[in-house]
């Protein structure tokens, strides 16, 4: 049985939680992860404020404010990073799925985690990455439940191991070991 | 799927250097690192005495490496930042292949400009002049080029901000793990599918050890499973293939059983590399049938004790749990003829080993 | 830069070195090249490593009583080192410094190490090195390296005026494409650093090495800056080397052991004959746990990673490896351990 605490998912990943805000950063992107239309973006965007109004001593043009669906913004993230000074923050609110996503193109950015906020509304959903087709799967399966692969249509375990460079579950094969089995070749 | 076929007998050399890794009747995870280079005798023979170990398995699991490495790429995978280590790691392996086996491997330096090196691998017949960084003067980059030349799998740790990361490595011969999704991970969070060693200290600890690993010193530790057939690659990737044999071995007769269920060891050394900073992280796996194990009393008894005594959570993790007891109670009453007489190391012929 | 230091919980890895030149052409530093006795190569190392020179006493009475060990940073090639270059600032009468200002080209001293504990960081976009008088030495070897590997480095040297340590390395690597700044009044650093701070690339990481009020003075400002904990590193000696710790005794089968400074209780025992199971000889693996009794006014010292700490408190186990026991004065011995 494994220990969430101690495992790769982050604690925001298992139920919603909303991290401190790192007062010393000097410039801020914010985004507020979501599709338009979206269930979760009231909530995502009341975090957002609280954000604000914290920030609101700070010189115009100190933080940038957007609302964005995931890929949207890993570019616009992208972009800023390219272009950021050191003193640059990123706070970022939405589902754990979408923060888990876009924190990982930040990482890969050149972000450190002490540089990347986030506040999660919504923990139910993730992302599975399928071990043996790559395939992902969008899914609202516990953590050690089952989802069936979008990519080879196996019967996935819902893994609580979590990729900080891809931000995928990692999903694998739950009845392998009730599959047919070959009688092993006699020697040669 | 593909079936696995009974293996033929085990080379002498496999069991005379097989790292036997128990030292007690009960087997508990612990922080067992302890400095490397030394020779560790056995009943039969010795391991230890180098960091990279060739065997008679030398040509044959290059060449499964390379196919494994074509099929599934993500295998092999080297975050940016990490070009330095992976000269770093290239340098250090080419060096202990050197010192380990000096009748094979030449490591010679003739420019000190660059530096220039000379690489002659005579098992493989390789000869290269490379310079370090130019990635030009080699036909592969060179963590890849490097274990095309080494049985061990590797990854190279990046340690920053008081943390490390597993950002690169080589990893054919995984033991249920997915080196393509642990890739970027921190060194806790690789461990995080671990039962009891947060719990109990032991994964804290290790990473507290490593961190502080300093250039020049170099541990082991082992690591053990069993895995039906002489099978190295039983990565999380190929699990469908490999996991209904889990449930096949538990239908084959007691000689089939007998030569399908190994002893998996993986010896792991640690070092911090020079240039980069980064640790390198070896991973060597030895499979040695269960009849080979009850060839040696000592390892037969120890085996048998320490299957029936792991607790069931640790059975669980290690994917033995179906088959554990019948691998216990086979080593227990394997003294009729299914069992090759004991061994005696001068009954062991030395086959073209070394 | 100096640091006093100790040595690692082991002896049994140390380096014999002969000094072979000296430069003191800068005042009050003196630059030495010391290399392997035996004309051997010596191990690469890190940038931003230091080795722990052993000092000897001094003569009783003087200013050294006991032996002491003090780092000092690597300035020279590192990946394939035919030697090891220090320099080291005079720092008061008797001390270590003054110990390293009298030798010979010829002398013979021990070292520990190299020890790395100041890397720079391979996933950085850029290097921003900024040291202070003698406290550069460890960012020579960084901007050596970044020449090597084409990563975009940038170093501001603040030193008194007229020559400050190794200029001619510093001009050698400016010429090979590194950017060196020197600065030699305080305030014109202070008006630059602000600056610096605030424009440099998202992904740079900072390091910083010099007198403690020279690092108060960079890390506050990269703190006011926006700078987070992770981009910012200090030079820190000795934070991975245990202390030699001082000689003490045991009680152990019947008789009594002395254990030196520099070498681990494990260490003693071993020598007197007495075997303690043992793996890691470095804290964390446990093997080498002892029941021990602490006598009446006596302390005893864990310095490892494996007992927690209602362990540590009930004080009836040691890890030998590299626990050690306080002199007390009084009783006859230290520590007493039951094997
Ligand atoms: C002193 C150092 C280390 C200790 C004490 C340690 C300990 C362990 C233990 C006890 C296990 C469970 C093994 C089993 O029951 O079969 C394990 C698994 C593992 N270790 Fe380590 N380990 C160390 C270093 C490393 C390093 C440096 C890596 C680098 C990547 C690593 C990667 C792994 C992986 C990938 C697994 C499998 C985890 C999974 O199930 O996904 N270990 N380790
Ligand atoms: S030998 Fe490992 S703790 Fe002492």
Known sequence: MIRLESSSVPTWAIAPEVGTLDQRGRTFSLVVIGDPGSRHLPAARAIAEAWTAQLAARPAGAVVHRELPAEAAVAVLTADLHRALVGHRILLTGTARDCLAVRAAVLAAGAEDDEVVIGVVDATERTVWCVHCAATTVTTAALEGETSCSGCSRRLVVHPHVSRRTGHHLGYMADAEEQPWSWPEPRA | MTALSLPTSTAADLLEGFPFPFSHDSYRYSTNVEPARSPVATPVGQWGASVVTVDSEYHRELAERAVLLERDPSRYGVLPHMEVACWDAMLVLLRELASARPDAFHLDVVDAEGPTYRWRNDLLGIEQTFVVGRRETLPAEPLAWACQQVQEDVVLLDQRSGELYGDAGVVTFAADWSFGFDLGMTFLEIHGPVPRVHAEGVIPRAREFILRLQPGQVYRRTNWTLTVGRRLDVATETYPEWGPDRAMVLHVDDDAFGHLVHLRVEVQHLLRLPESGAVMFLIRTHLLPLADIARVPAWRERTAAVLTELPQDMADYKGIAAYRSRAAAWLRDCTSTTTPAPASPSALAPEESR | ?339
Not at chain 3, 112 to 118: E, H, I, N, T
């Open chain 3, 1 to 339: 830069m100096a640091g006093t230091t100790g040595m690692s919980g082991s002896v049994r890895e140390r380096l014999r070195l002969v000094v072979v030149a000296l430069d003191d052409s800068v005042p009050g530093i003196r630059s030495l090249v010391l290399a392997d006795a035996g004309g051997a190569p010596l191990p690469p190392f890190t940038p931003g490593s230091h080795v722990v020179l052993e000092v000897p006493a001094g003569p009783p009475g003087s200013a050294r009583p006991r032996p002491t060990a003090n780092a000092y940073s690597l300035t020279g090639e590192n990946a394939h080192p035919l030697d090891y270059r220090i320099s080291v600032l005079r720092a008061r009468e008797g001390g270590g410094s003054a110990w390293v200002h009298d030798l010979a080209v010829g002398d013979r001293v021990t070292a520990l190490g190299p020890r790395s504990g100041f890397a720079p960081v391979q996933r950085a976009a850029k290097h921003l090195l900024l040291g202070a008088g003698i406290g550069v030495t460890p960012l020579v070897s960084h901007l050596r390296s970044a020449v090597r590997w084409g990563r975009d480095a940038e170093l501001v040297h603040l030193h008194r005026s007229g020559a400050g340590a190794h200029a001619a390395d510093l001009a050698e690597l400016a010429a090979r494409g590194a950017r060196v700044t020197t600065v030699t009044d305080r305030e014109s650093f202070t008006a630059l650093l602000d600056d610096l701070l605030r424009t440099q690339p998202f992904g740079t990481h900072l390091y910083c090495c010099g007198p403690a009020g020279f690092m108060e003075l960079v890390t506050a400002a990269a703190a006011r800056s926006g700078w987070p904990a992770s981009r910012v590193h200090t030079e820190s000696f000795g934070v991975e080397a245990l202390d030699p710790g001082a000689p003490f005794q045991v009680a152990v089968a019947g008789r009594t052991v002395e254990v030196p400074a520099g070498t681990s209780l494990l260490e003693a025992l071993e020598d007197a004959g007495l075997a303690v199971p043992n793996l890691c000889r470095q804290g964390v693996c446990g093997e080498c746990r002892v029941s021990v009794t602490v006598p009446e006014g006596g302390r005893l010292v864990h310095r490892d990673l494996y007992l927690d700490d209602d362990e540590k408190r009930a004080g009836r186990c040691a890890m030998a490896c590299v626990s050690r026991a306080l002199p007390t004065s009084g009783a006859a011995a230290d520590l007493e351990v039951h094997l």
